[in-house]
């Protein structure tokens, strides 16, 4: 049996590599690690100590975005330190005028869902407390929105939307 140490990296498909990495670095505050033009990738890192966490390859502008109903990757997310770093992501978001698909408490986490210029589904998210948590019946039923984000559609709206 294979038995991984962590995730180390995901490769999405985009179609425009400046756009994408833009949004990365300037929105994600990812690191650009390194960038290969003869193949059109770019490697990024959240803290430089891996190689690459995320890679972008550019597949062309023609190229269709994600569908309803298909198999494949539904989100990739991100961590963050604690709930102050997940309304600074928040007010950054808001800011940045990256359109809101979803935020919630889902016991376990508190999230915010969004897309990159592509349509990849994003999260950012932080753990709640040790002591909220078990305050819960079950700490992975959450579905209340976040108090500081009550306007923002909340995560049954959003799978309503992806699943119809």
């Known amino acids: 049996m294979i038995v991984p140490d962590r995730i ?35 490697f990024l890192a959240s803290n430089g100590r891996d190689h690459h966490e995320i890679g972008l390859v550019e597949v062309g502008a023609d190229a269709p975005g ?25 007010r950054e978001l808001k800011e940045k005028q990256v359109p809101i698909l979803s935020t919630v408490d889902h016991g376990i986490t ?37 108090d500081f984000a009550a306007e923002e559609p909340g995560i049954r709206e959003a799978l309503r939307k992806m699943l119809n």
């Open 110 to 146: 508190k999230s915010i869902y969004f897309r990159d210029p592509d349509g990849h589904q994003l999260e950012v998210y932080c753990d709640n407390s040790p002591e909220y948590i078990a305050s819960l019946p079950n700490s992975y039923a959450g579905m209340d929105k976040l």
């Open 66 to 90: 994600p569908q309803k109903g298909e198999i494949g990757l539904v989100h990739i997310a991100f961590r963050l330190r604690d709930e102050e770093h997940l309304r600074a992501a928040y």
């Open 8 to 42: 180390g990296h995901v490769v999405i498909k985009v179609r425009d590599l400046e756009q994408s990495r833009k949004f990365y670095t300037d929105v994600m505050g990812l690191k650009l690690m390194m960038e290969a033009p003869k193949i059109k990738m770019a």
